[in-house]
């Protein structure tokens, strides 16, 4: 059994067979997908989705590249779409300046309006960081300690906050964060393997880092593993990662299975 814990479903790339898609996951040993939106229509379409297929579950939130677009009444929607009962998650949240669609001020505080979003619901939070990894742990920590009681169980027991999805940094980054009660998930160019002058950051990571805060991804339609990079990603190709993951820890494919799906299940309340 898998969990794809990051795939955006809602994108047109899928219309033509989208019913072939989730029969081909199935077939995969997929049985949750979470479906993140990137900004309010998306959101909208990943609730729908997740009303109409059991195996979707949604996240809703702005996109750092759509922070522009996120003004006072879209992101109340955010917070009223975040009570849906298949809404386990805010996101897809945070920061990116590689390509600066929004305003790098505007991201950070649409960024860290969506947290107090989360906290405000209890919900955990999927985070998008690309070039911005030191604002980003920046605007997470600061929030943390603003709301110390964000993502505590009734009985009082901490749950995790959230996951940095396509995990942008080292192996000390991902101790830190897990330290802060957050999963890393891994995509496919963990599958990539590394060039001479460019070592892949993400084997690194995978191969220090304990299977029990790792997270399985496609980020469909992107990111596609070997044998299949550079077509559209899906969630059918969690295993190809799975199996890479396995290698670099020394386990199982159905281990690593196992212990990511009792992640999501830990963060997104998915799963059984």
């Known amino acids: 059994m898998f969990v794809d814990s990051h795939a955006h479903l809602f994108f047109k790339d899928f219309h033509s067979d ?3 898609v989730i029969n081909r996951a199935r077939d995969a040993g997929v049985r949750y997908i979470i ?6 229509e998306t959101s909208r379409e990943s609730v729908a989705l997740a009303e109409k297929y059991d195996l979707i579950y949604a996240c809703v939130g702005f996109h750092p590249h759509d922070a522009a677009k996120a003004n006072d009444h879209a992101l109340e ?3 009223v779409l975040s009570r849906h009962p298949k809404v386990v998650g805010i996101g897809e949240i945070g920061l990116d300046y590689h390509y600066n669609f929004s305003e790098p001020e505007q991201q950070q505080d649409i960024f860290a309006r969506q947290i107090e979003i989360a906290q405000r619901r209890n919900l955990p939070i999927v985070i998008h960081s690309r070039e911005a990894e030191h604002d980003t742990l920046r605007i997470v920590e600061e929030k943390m300690k603003r709301v110390p009681s964000w993502r505590t169980l009734p009985d009082g027991r901490p749950a995790p906050k959230g996951v940095f999805h396509c995990f942008p940094g080292d192996s000390a980054m991902a101790q830190m964060v ?3 009660g957050f999963f890393i998930s891994i995509p496919g160019p963990v599958t990539f393997g590394s060039k001479p002058n460019k070592p892949n950051s993400m084997v ?3 191969s220090k880092i304990p299977i029990e805060h790792i997270l399985l991804e496609t980020d469909s339609p992107y ?3 070997a044998p299949n990079r550079g077509k559209r990603n899906e969630p059918s190709n969690i295993p190809h990662i799975a199996r890479k ?3 670099l820890q020394g386990r199982s494919v159905e281990e690593v299975g196992r212990v990511s799906s009792s992640g999501v ?3 997104f309340g998915v799963g059984t």
């Open 77 to 79: 929607e955010i917070e």
């Open 204 to 206: 690194e990571v995978v």
């Open 265 to 267: 299940k830990k963060l």
């Open 178 to 180: 897990i330290d802060w």
């Open 223 to 225: 990111l596609a593993p």
């Open 245 to 247: 993951i396995a290698e």
């Open 35 to 40: 479906n993140p939106g990137t900004d309010i």
């Open 18 to 20: 989208f019913d072939d």
